[in-house]
């Protein structure tokens, strides 16, 4: 399975993004699909997550300005982003729970990661 992420870029304070990362491969199911950042210096932190029924959850930091989707028919999960405040700034990673065809279990893979900074 291999994730590609896209849409990250250079962005004022106040601005909007939205993040895609696609899956490709064998796929068979996905259960959970999550976004992460890591700003420099910093520890990656859990963003936003959404599971195989649409629930969602996120960080304090961007409850209210961030928005997590998929579209299961396309193995997608997007992130929405507004309001966005120089703090915001990172390496935005995805990742998802894949089910690969023939597999009786779910393992656990990783997009490459874009970079999103945001300028006072």
């Known amino acids: 399975v291999q994730l590609q992420a896209s849409g990250g870029g250079l962005v004022q304070a106040g601005g909007s993004l939205r993040l895609s990362c696609a899956a490709s491969?064998?796929?068979?199911?996905?259960?959970?699909m999550r976004w992460y950042r890591q700003a420099p210096g910093s520890q990656r932190e859990l963003v936003a997550s959404?599971?195989?029924?649409?629930?969602?959850s996120y960080a304090d930091s961007v409850k209210g300005r961030f928005t997590i989707s998929r579209d299961n028919a396309k193995s997608t999960v997007y992130l929405q982003m507004n309001s966005l405040k120089p703090e915001d700034t990172a390496v935005y990673y995805c990742?998802?729970?894949?089910?690969?065809?023939?597999?009786?279990?779910?393992?656990?893979?990783w997009g490459q990661g874009t970079l999103v900074t945001v300028s006072s």
């Open positions: 990742n998802g729970d894949f089910q690969v065809l023939g597999r009786g279990r779910y393992d656990r893979y």
């Open positions: 491969g064998s796929i068979f199911r996905i259960n959970a």
């Open positions: 959404i599971d195989s029924g649409g629930s969602t």
